[in-house]
């Protein structure tokens, strides 16, 4: 050990406050279409959350912004230690917290729609947009309405998905509920102009991890949030600022 690294050692061994505040940066993933600052200002729920939730627990943060896609693959290769979004069947050797963000996708079609769709396999006569990694996300069953469809699109911007389904270039839409309405009332159009069809279970995300320790330090402080309403409360902030920001 030289002169230099033996002095480091004293200083830290002496002021414990010193090692203490040098912070570890975790590499956090989110699906590209949530990132920060994706859409000018929009401050995203995830991020918030993601952000609060390490600082809290003394980590810094460094956001890194991938197709949804590439979210589990980064994470299993060790070039993420936080993969937001996860909903796939877990992996062995990655460790998962509870359910922090729930969607509930419908089928969309403008009024005039002529059809009245019981279940997802009638919906392979039409045309079809959805989400960015629907196909992965929605299981089998809408794999197989996809690959009867006379054409399907997976688009990553709601707005541009929105577009194509008032420019009719598609007959159907598959989106989140919540996020559908707002982007359609912040148009100004009625409901009334639009019909969903309630075909698909609700969609639970799940945060990844790689490492045990920092899932179960960031699953009991998630836990204790979502008890408190705190995390319920953010959701509703980060929606608001959003909308003014737009």
Not at 63 to 75: C, D, G, I, N, T
Not at 165 to 172: D, E, G, K, Y
Request: a neutral charge; proline letters at 3%; one cysteine or more.
């Amino acid at each position: 050990m030289n002169k230099i690294s033996g002095w480091l050692v004293v200083l830290l061994c002496s002021f414990p406050c010193l090692a203490s505040s040098v912070q570890t940066e975790l590499r956090v993933g989110l699906s590209q279409n949530t990132a920060p600052q994706k859409q000018g200002n929009t401050l995203h729920f995830e991020t918030e959350l993601f952000r609060q939730l390490l600082n809290e627990l003394g980590y810094r943060v460094k956001f890194v912004a991938v197709p949804h896609a590439r979210l589990s693959r980064m994470l299993q290769n060790n070039q993420l230690d936080m993969a937001a979004r996860q909903s796939e069947k877990p992996v062995t050797g990655m460790f998962y917290s509870q359910p922090y963000l729930e969607f509930h996708n419908l089928v969309f079609a403008l009024s005039d729609f002529p059809d009245s769709l019981q279940n997802m396999h009638e919906m392979s006569r039409y045309s079809v947009v959805s989400f960015h990694n629907a196909a992965t996300i929605l299981g089998t069953e809408f794999n197989q309405v996809i690959q009867n469809s006379p054409s399907y699109r997976e688009v990553v911007d709601q707005e541009q998905a929105i577009d194509m389904l008032l420019q009719q270039r598609t007959a159907l839409l598959v989106l989140d509920k919540v996020t559908f309405y707002r982007r359609w009332a912040e148009r100004g159009l009625a409901v009334n102009q639009v019909k969903s069809f309630d075909l698909f279970p609700k969609a639970e995300y799940h945060i990844g991890f790689t490492d045990q320790k920092l899932q179960q330090q960031v699953s009991q402080l998630l836990q204790k949030w979502q008890d408190s309403g705190r995390v319920e409360q953010l959701q509703k902030q980060t929606r608001q600022l959003s909308q003014s920001l737009n």
